[in-house]
């Protein structure tokens, strides 16, 4: 389902957000103009500066365009916020640094919007006979950028759900939004001028309307829902159809605890170790087995449920809104890559990025060979025990790799920067970006874990991996 809010999400209640292409117009093109002058002044200013103070101000100045561009975003909600937080991803390759850690900080923990604004979307979508079925609690549980949840109670069995309610006009923003948003990156200057973006945000837009279809999203939780019907290490909340709409969607309420929660670090190595097993076996089973990936890695969709008698504690998994099909053929070219990875054979790591697209064929040798650099180093979790080029320190004695104290991705950074500066790498295409998003959760899931596992095993009968 929806985020949860931070403690005091729902005290600065909004009586509604702007859902008129007019007036997110008026809003965003006021940035615009705004972003012109700033940019002019900046420009004078830079005439009289050298060296290092001159690369500081352009640093200050991006974050500060990107600040206010990511304020504005914050307070319009809707499809162009989630857009901010999606263009983030992109972002890494192909805006200022600063600018991405500024998007990437859009958070879906926002203001809730009045009650009053969202009953009638409520209404519409579910008609009054289905609504007075059902107790529903007037404060949400967790607000987001697209919508909000509330809590509720069905009346004739007393089971406790959730209903995610889309904020009115969202889905029929989204096009002017994207081309709102479009014009401002232009405008701050962001992005190198001799870009085409249109790519990029054609992608956008259309992850947007996926994630405003709720019917597709309660398609996929009921799929999701069978698949781990017989793993007691998952809990996938039950739909409930007579609820559900275009716009609404209603679950079993599942509580469960953060996975950086006190009570979940409070656990011990076994268990904890247990869970992280768990989030790495969902992962894999979904792209290699599936090929059906959630690819939205926030902590607010993976709650721990604690297991009181004992210590089969378990997954609960929510929000399957981000959730991607991928092809076969995908993952094959993926699966060259990891594998080649794993075995450090280049030609078999070119093979795949040649396939999926990341390079040319023209692509010069010393640039494949600095990707191999790359990914060679990602895959450090999952070499056999004690394999060369691994710190010794990040192994217990019995060979598990110690992801809490890893320095690994600060590594991968340091190591993308000096190898990947090409004019031969292209921004990769949207299977890349949100699949590296759900790795990337994965890992900072397994480092919040403080796990050790070994993780080579199990990608063996997927990558056909010697003995």
């Known amino acids: 389902m929806a985020k949860p809010p931070k403690p005091d999400a729902s005290d600065s209640e909004l009586d509604r957000i702007k859902t008129g292409a007019f007036e997110r117009n008026v809003a965003l093109t006021k940035m615009g103009v705004g972003a012109g002058a700033k940019i002019a002044s900046h420009t004078v200013r830079n005439l009289f500066r050298r060296g290092e103070s001159k690369d500081q101000a352009n640093r200050d100045f991006y974050r500060q365009q990107a600040r206010e561009l990511a304020d504005e975003l914050g307070r319009l909600k809707g499809s162009v916020m989630k857009a901010g937080q999606m263009l983030s991803l992109y972002g890494q390759y192909f805006l200022p640094e600063e600018a991405v850690e500024v998007l990437a900080s859009l958070q879906d923990n926002t203001p809730a919007v009045s009650w009053s604004f969202v009953e009638p979307q409520l209404i519409q979508a579910l008609g009054h006979g289905a609504i007075q079925k059902l107790h529903i609690e007037r404060k949400p549980i967790a607000a987001a950028s697209l919508g909000q949840a509330h809590k509720a109670t069905i009346k004739a069995t007393g089971e406790t759900v959730v209903v995610k309610i889309q904020y009115p006009g969202v889905a029929d923003a989204i096009d002017t939004d994207i ?65 559900c709409a275009q716009r609404v969607l209603t679950t079993r309420y599942e509580p469960g605890y953060s996975v950086s929660s006190p009570e979940v670090q409070a656990l011990s190595q076994a268990r904890r170790n247990k869970l992280a097993k768990a989030f790495v076996d969902l992962f894999v089973t979904e792209f290699f087995d599936w090929k059906l990936v959630q690819t939205d890695p926030h902590f607010g969709n993976y709650r721990v449920r604690i297991d009181a008698e004992g210590d089969n504690d378990q997954v609960v998994t929510l929000d399957f809104g981000a959730t991607r099909p991928f092809e076969a053929r995908f993952v094959d070219s993926y699966a060259k890559i990891v594998r080649g990875s794993l075995m450090r054979n280049r030609a078999e790591i070119a093979e795949g990025v040649l396939e999926i697209g990341l390079m040319d064929p023209d692509t010069p040798r010393s640039v494949l060979e600095g990707f191999g650099d790359l990914t060679e180093l990602i895959v450090e979790p999952f070499r056999k025990p004690f394999s060369p080029g691994v710190p010794e320190r990040l192994y217990t004695p019995g060979g598990a790799y110690c992801f809490g104290p890893s320095d690994l991705p600060a590594r991968v950074g340091q190591t993308a920067a000096l190898k990947m500066m090409s004019k031969h790498f292209k921004i990769p295409p949207q299977e890349i970006i949100f699949l590296h998003r759900r790795i990337g959760g994965v890992l900072v899931t397994l480092r919040t874990l403080r796990a050790e596992l070994r993780l080579h095993e199990l990608l063996k009968p997927y990558l056909n991996l010697p003995d």
């Open 179 to 243: 081309r709102t948003l479009s014009r401002l990156i232009s405008a701050t200057r962001m992005a190198p001028k001799a870009l085409d973006l249109t790519p990029v945000f054609h992608e956008l837009r259309d992850m947007l309307v996926r994630e405003c279809d709720y019917v597709q999203e309660k398609a996929f939780t009921e799929t999701f829902s069978e698949k781990l019907a017989s793993d007691p290490r998952f809990i996938v909340p039950k739909v409930y159809p007579e609820f």
